[in-house]
């Protein structure tokens, strides 16, 4: 089992900056998969960006270039740090992890564990 604890969401400005850390527990994950995804109202679940185990990432278009995604496995933790933030990046951000094997994927069904979440508003 793995235990995943979102924190770092807030409030901020168009353009502002907010970092988002992920803290797992109940079992190594350093060796896994890590997503990130978001949901906003009426929407569903979208993968926003993953890292490898070897810290290979992948990006959504849409945050790509303004998002970076990280590890640290001596911590067990990921993190999201997330730039130029704009209203449509608005949303609950999800921490996932994929146990089943070490191949990154985009989609929230190839996740095995998830955090409860962390809102990210961003509006003036």
């Known amino acids: 089992q793995v235990q995943l604890v979102e924190s770092g969401g807030g409030l901020v400005q168009p353009g502002g900056s907010l970092r988002l850390s992920c803290a797992a527990s109940g079992r190594a994950v350093s060796l896994y998969p890590m997503g990130w995804f978001r949901q906003a109202p009426g929407k569903e679940r979208e993968f926003v960006a993953a890292i490898s185990w070897g810290r290979s990432t992948y990006y959504a278009d849409s945050v790509k270039g303004r998002f970076t995604i990280s590890r640290d496995n001596t911590k067990n933790t990921v993190a999201l740090q997330m730039n130029s933030l704009k209203p449509e990046d608005t949303a609950v951000y999800f921490c996932?992890?994929?146990?089943?094997?070490?191949?990154?994927?985009?989609?929230?069904?190839?996740?095995?564990?998830w955090g409860q979440g962390t809102q990210v508003t961003v509006s003036s």
């Open positions: 996932a992890c994929r146990t089943t094997d070490r191949i990154m994927k985009v989609t929230t069904r190839e996740y095995d564990y």
